[in-house]
């Protein structure tokens, strides 16, 4: 009985990807001439199609690209730099050791707005605005600080004894890490890449800002000027939308145990 | 060498016939070095450049006029008697305290009522956890398009207002000045509950079901039990999610953007938006600086009293 009533408060707080699907399938004409809650009359795919054939800088595979290639370009740089940084931090206990995570623990505080001003003319100045690679360096920069921490609790809470084997063994210190303590870190890896892919995926702001006016733009930047052009074309809108969420519905569908879990855990900040 | 029955007798081994290895030497180099020094280098250099040399170029230019080409004149606070005299400044100013507290209030009513429904008892809670998580994921600027649809004048928000017979409510819910960051805060709200809600389900799972079922022996009735036992048992969880929510709710941006744009004549204006529309569309780097500087002073405020709140953060999290 509570189960049914829960479920019944659930269906309601979700209605509005009804409204989503349902007005995305809708042709032209019925999309003004039909009540808002009504159901498609038929299935009708011509908004997804006028939306993913858009050229120029508002084409959607062109920004989905753009998207995958910067999204994955800052988690490669993430795991990569903070994994190593955080392991000589954690590992080797020195006066700089600990200087540097403090350094990084305050600016986990440190809110980006006030940056955003100078990193802009800095990276104008020379000439990584409007591009993949300025775009990259920006992220892995910004999250540099929530990977190097995430990484580092999680080393504290590994033995040293497996990467003393290994070099027992005689592996050199840069074998030792990446052959074996980096595998061991799987699931510090998964919680910075879920995180740090999330923040970078669905990123407005920053995108609009270092991005905004060149042909290189992400996906929200795409659907923000897209959308715009479109008056009340909703069925339109709403196939942008619904192609936008599809890549990151997917991915929560295949990891949603531990993106929760991450979300749980892991964010700070 | 024969080690005697008695247990009583201490057994003294001579030095000479002792296996013990020899006690370490603390000026040799370790036997293992863990890396390289020089891995942290890359790190160390964009942490500072990006986070410490920026934020505080970033303060420097809010005490400017500096528009990002050229010269440039310290003027001190002007800049900041600009915002604190203007009316349109000032109310996006507490437009951005509005919507962050009022997110904050109504998520974690929403997020803590969901969690303590869904607790334990319920055979498809995992299910309605994942639905339930589902819009924290997507990119607030699309979940913003979805309600902007359910708020225009066809909508479905005046529909249903037509249907029940309050026809005499149906407005332009997102050009009118008084209702327009109402329309804001529930779309924020409707994102964000599952997130507050994952937060109060792991701080439950930690509550003892003893506990529990002990203050109902004792004869505690429901509302005495969640607040005497259920409470005190979450409020590391209530610590993060309220100062979590706080610092997420001062930035939001997309959804204001997508949704009005700043109007009906700066009714929901912020302070993120503001800086935008300062700094970069308008080019007044100073300026938009100095905004920048208040909204980071506001952040930073509620992120020291979460770390503040947060200390013991061991005993929450890690399970949801």
Redesign the interface.
């Known amino acids: 009985m ?2 049914v009533l ?2 019944i408060v ?1 269906l309601v ?5 009804y ?2 699907i349902a ?1 995305a399938f809708k042709t032209d004409q019925e999309t003004l001439t039909t ?3 009504a159901p498609p009359q038929s299935l009708d795919f011509s908004a997804f199609v006028s939306v993913l054939t858009a050229t120029g800088r508002n084409s959607i595979p062109m920004s989905i690209l753009n998207s995958v290639i910067i999204t994955a370009g800052a988690i490669a740089g993430l795991v990569l ?2 994994s ?2 955080a ?3 954690t ?2 206990t020195r006066t700089w ?1 600990n200087l ?1 995570f403090y ?2 623990l305050i ?1 986990i ?14 990276a104008r100045s020379v000439g990584l605005t409007g591009n993949a690679i300025g775009m990259i ?2 992220w ?3 999250l ?2 929530l990977s ?1 921490f995430l990484y580092a609790s999680f080393f504290r809470g590994l033995t ?1 004894e497996y ?2 084997a290994a ?1 027992i063994d005689g592996a050199t ?2 074998q030792a ?1 990446f052959r074996v303590v980096l595998p061991l870190m799987a699931p510090a890896t998964g919680t910075v890449a879920i995180l740090a892919g ?1 923040i970078v ?2 990123d ?2 920053n995108s ?2 270092f991005l ?1 006016g060149s042909t290189t733009q992400t ?2 930047v795409a ?2 000027t897209y ?1 715009g052009g479109l008056v ?1 074309a ?1 069925n339109k ?2 196939a942008v ?1 619904i192609i ?2 599809i890549p ?2 997917l991915f ?1 569908m295949f990891a ?1 145990k531990r ?3 991450g ?7 | 060498m024969t080690i005697e029955k008695d247990a009583t007798r201490t057994l003294t081994v001579p030095p000479d016939a002792r296996r013990t290895p020899r006690p370490y030497d603390r000026t040799r180099k370790p036997l293992i070095s863990y890396g390289h020094w020089w891995w942290a280098l890359p790190a160390i250099v964009l942490v500072i450049g990006v986070h410490y040399v920026a934020n505080l170029t970033g303060g420097f230019f809010a005490f400017t006029n500096w528009t990002g080409l050229g010269d440039w004149d310290f003027i001190g606070l002007d800049n900041f008697v600009r915002i604190f005299s203007d009316p349109t400044l000032l109310g996006s100013v507490w437009n951005t305290l509005f919507l962050a507290f009022g997110s904050v209030i109504l998520t974690n009513i929403l997020g803590l009522g969901y969690a303590l429904a869904i607790n334990r008892t319920l055979k498809t809670r995992y299910i309605l956890r994942t639905l339930l998580f589902m819009p924290v994921v997507l990119s607030p600027l699309a979940v913003a398009y979805v309600w902007k649809f359910i708020f225009q004048f066809n909508g479905p928000l005046n529909g249903v207002l037509s249907a029940i017979g309050l026809e005499s409510l149906q407005k332009v819910w997102l050009a009118d000045p008084t209702w327009s960051i109402w329309a804001i805060l529930l779309t924020v709200v409707w994102q964000q509950t599952g997130f507050v809600m994952v937060i109060y389900l792991a701080g439950l799972a930690s509550v003892p079901v003893e506990l529990e079922e002990a203050a109902a022996l004792d004869g505690a009735g429901i509302f005495k039990r969640f607040w005497h036992v259920t409470v005190p048992g979450i409020r590391p969880s209530i610590a993060i999610a309220t100062t979590l929510g706080i610092i997420q709710g001062l930035r939001i941006f997309d959804q204001i953007l997508a949704l009005t744009g700043g109007g009906p004549a700066g009714a929901t204006e912020t302070l993120a938006t503001q800086v935008y529309k300062q700094a970069f569309s308008l080019g007044q780097f100073g300026f938009g600086s100095a905004l920048a500087l208040v909204l980071t002073v506001l952040i930073l405020i509620f992120a020291i009293l979460q770390q503040y709140a947060t200390r013991d953060r061991d005993a929450v999290g890690r399970k949801a």
């Open positions: 509570r189960e829960i479920w659930t707080g979700l209605l509005p990807f409204f989503l007005t009540s808002a809650i730099l903070g190593v940084a392991y000589v931090i590992r080797r050791t540097t350094l990084v600016a505080i440190l809110p980006a707005q006030l940056g955003t001003v100078p990193l802009y003319i800095g360096l920006l892995i920069g910004i540099l600080p190097v040293t990467e003393e070099v210190p840069t890490f999330l995926w669905n407005f702001f609009l800002i905004g996906l929200p659907m923000y959308v009340s909703w809108i709403f939308v936008s969420m990151i519905l929560y949603q993106f929760i879990q979300f749980a855990g892991g964010l700070k900040g």
